[in-house]
Every structure is written in C-alpha cells, then in structure tokens.
C-alpha cells in the first residue's frame, strides 16, 4: 500500500509478486487503490501501474475499493 501511496507501482508490483496481501489496510482503514491513477512520473511507472491494476483484478480485488470505514468495518467483521 505504501508503495502505491509513494507513487512508486514499480515497487508495488514487486511486493504482490512477492505475496503482498492487496488488502493491508492501515489505521485509517486504507488499502491500495488501483483505480487511483497517482499521477506516474515515468512512463516505468505508468506501465507498472496497469500492470498491477491487471494483476489485483485477476486476484479478484474490487475496483473500486471500498471506503476506508467499510474497510474497517470488514476487518472488525473478520471479512
């Protein structure tokens, strides 16, 4: 999530590719948001975000993503 936040999907990639769990959420109850464009600066960067837009979609992550209170609200559910 940190990486995507840092506009660095290059990094997020690596992180999925290596078992991230998409769905880490912070205090606040925020995840990755792969349908948050955050302005890429390298045409790397614009590539790596389409890929790991690619690949949570494969993993059935939702786009968009839930809100930060529903996140928390699941997390306190169990989901």
């Known amino acids: 999530m940190f990486a995507a936040f ?5 990094d997020g990639e690596i992180l999925l590719d290596n078992g991230a ?3 880490a959420y912070d205090k606040f109850g925020l995840v990755i ?6 302005s890429p600066t390298t045409e790397r960067d614009v590539a790596a975000y389409w890929r790991v837009r690619e690949k949570l979609l494969k993993m059935g ?10 996140i928390l609200k699941m ?3 169990g989901k």
């Not at 992550?61 to 529903?70: A, D, G, H, L, V």
Request: hydrophobic share 20%; aromatic share 14%; charged share 35%.
């Open 6 to 10: 840092s506009e660095s999907w290059e």
């Open 33 to 38: 948001d792969a349908d948050d464009f955050h």
């Open 61 to 70: 992550y939702s786009i968009p993503t839930p809100r930060p209170k529903e």
């Open 75 to 77: 997390a306190e559910e």
């Open 21 to 23: 769990n998409p769905w």
